[in-house]
């Protein structure tokens, strides 16, 4: 088994939310959709995610976190929520009776209600879409124009992923034992010009 994940170098953001449109295109959502699989969270300036100076406003990718130990899946009551062959976290629609309690144990708040096909969805990496096609890219990291999403497996040391793990300091934001699969880049700091 494999494990999926993405790491984001997000002071490359621009907020274009190319990833967005990508994400609604692939996954057959609704345009305009708020926090549908995933979203831009903006941070004003001088509230920095990573505790670093910044004269701008920050934007960060947020989705669904890929937990190893999901609380979704240990909420869900007919165990439609589970690990597919690249670990990532799955609902199956037809098994969804929408109790919600899934929605509620979501630290991330990743998860909502897709009125189209009556389940409670969530940002899964493209898995029934890009990966079951073959395909190693994900809709948002392969539209994105800043080139900020690194995906693979990390358990593979020669995928893009394990290879940008390496060379950057990253963070993340997990809960209790959650075990995330999203890495956030720490900002190169920039060498100060001698005066």
């Known amino acids: ?5 993405m790491a984001f170098d997000y002071e490359l953001c621009i907020n274009c939310r190319a990833c967005e449109v990508a994400c609604k295109e692939e996954n057959g959502i609704i345009r305009g ?3 549908h699989r995933l ?3 903006v941070h004003e300036s001088g509230g920095s995610f990573y505790e670093l100076s910044q004269n701008r406003d920050e934007f960060m990718p947020k989705q669904c976190n890929q937990c190893t130990n999901a609380f979704c899946e240990e909420a869900c009551p007919v165990d439609a929520i589970y690990h ?3 670990g990532v976290v799955i609902t199956e629609a037809n098994k969804c009776i929408l109790c919600m309690k899934c ?5 991330y708040n ?19 879409t890009r990966l079951a096609r073959g395909e190693s890219t994900t809709a948002c990291q392969i539209t994105c124009p800043a080139k900020l999403r690194y995906f693979g497996d990390i358990d593979d040391e020669n995928s893009e ?3 940008i793990l390496k060379q950057r300091e990253y963070f993340q934001f997990p809960v209790g034992n959650n ?15 001698n005066s």
């Open 161 to 163: 992923i394990s290879k």
């Open 103 to 107: 929605i509620e144990a979501c630290p």
């Open 1 to 5: 088994m494999s494990q999926y994940a």
């Open 84 to 86: 597919n062959k690249h």
């Open 39 to 41: 979203w831009i969270e």
């Open 179 to 193: 075990g995330v699969h999203l890495y956030y880049l720490k900002p190169i700091k920039k060498k100060e010009k």
């Open 110 to 128: 990743a998860r909502y209600v897709d009125d189209k096909r009556k389940f409670v969805d969530k940002c899964i990496f493209c898995s029934d």
């Open 33 to 35: 959709a708020d926090k």
